[in-house]
């Protein structure tokens, strides 16, 4: 149980266009979804927290309109990378909460490359 | 093998031998501890968790230990086989739900 998923898994696109990045639980009901970043050879950094049918929120630093988030449902939030940029260029990973406990379980990640 | 967390990223063990990897947490307010493993190109991994009211715990084949006077968390991995080779992370959370997470410290198992 408690698996979450993320597609695309790998994608590639040109510069100032944007990506739509998919993450769905697909056996239990997501109330809270994270969104991270994380560069080579580095550690997760949270981007952002997302709560079924409200507003995301966004850690300092993060655009929020540059990073736009989605969570209609309960099993899919998805995170938009608007104007990619190079510097954009990040491995994409997901995490999903049933929301009664700490315990995150997250997707597979999405390495996104911006050329 | 011994790793010091921040100071030491990688930790190179030998087969068969017992390995630990140390994390210093940044707030004592945090009330939960997890550690996570990270394969190349991969999502992290859940290994084992632990409350702040609790300073062991056990799971297969690993063990955490919590000492929150000194804020500092580790992992034993008993028997490190190649499979383990991987980069281990802590994480705490420190607000809500949100978890930070620590640098992360490589594994190498050598055969």
């Known amino acids: 149980g408690a698996v979450v998923s993320q597609h695309p898994s790998r994608v590639i696109c040109k510069s100032g266009t944007s990506v739509k990045i998919e993450c769905r639980s697909l056996?239990?009901?997501?109330?809270?979804m994270f969104w991270y970043r994380q560069f080579p050879k580095q550690s997760l950094m949270l981007m952002a927290t997302s709560n079924e049918g409200s507003k995301a929120t966004y850690e300092q630093g993060v655009e929020k309109d540059k990073f736009l988030i989605n969570h209609a449902s309960l099993t899919l939030s998805t995170l938009t990378v608007t104007s990619a940029h190079p510097e954009d260029s990040s491995f994409y990973i997901c995490?999903?909460?049933?929301?009664?406990?700490?315990?995150?379980?997250f997707g597979p990640g999405t390495r996104l490359t911006v050329t | 093998g011994e790793s010091v967390g921040l100071h030491l990223p990688t930790l190179s063990v030998q087969e068969g031998d017992n390995s630990i990897i140390n994390c210093a947490y940044s707030?004592?307010?945090?009330?939960?501890f997890i550690w996570y493993k990270q394969e190349s190109g991969k999502g992290p991994q859940f290994i084992i968790d632990?409350?702040?009211?609790?300073d062991k715990r056990q799971g297969q084949r690993v063990t955490v230990l919590l000492n929150k006077t000194v804020k500092h968390l580790s992992l034993q991995i008993a028997a490190t086989q190649p499979g383990d080779s991987a980069v281990y992370f802590c994480?705490?959370?420190?607000?809500?739900?949100?978890?930070?997470f620590g640098a992360g410290t490589t594994v190498t198992v050598r055969a």
């Open positions: 707030n004592s307010a945090s009330d939960y």
């Open positions: 994480a705490e959370n420190f607000n809500d739900y949100k978890l930070s």
């Open positions: 056996d239990f009901q997501a109330t809270t």
């Open positions: 995490s999903a909460s049933g929301g009664t406990s700490y315990e995150q379980y």
């Open positions: 632990i409350r702040s009211n609790m």
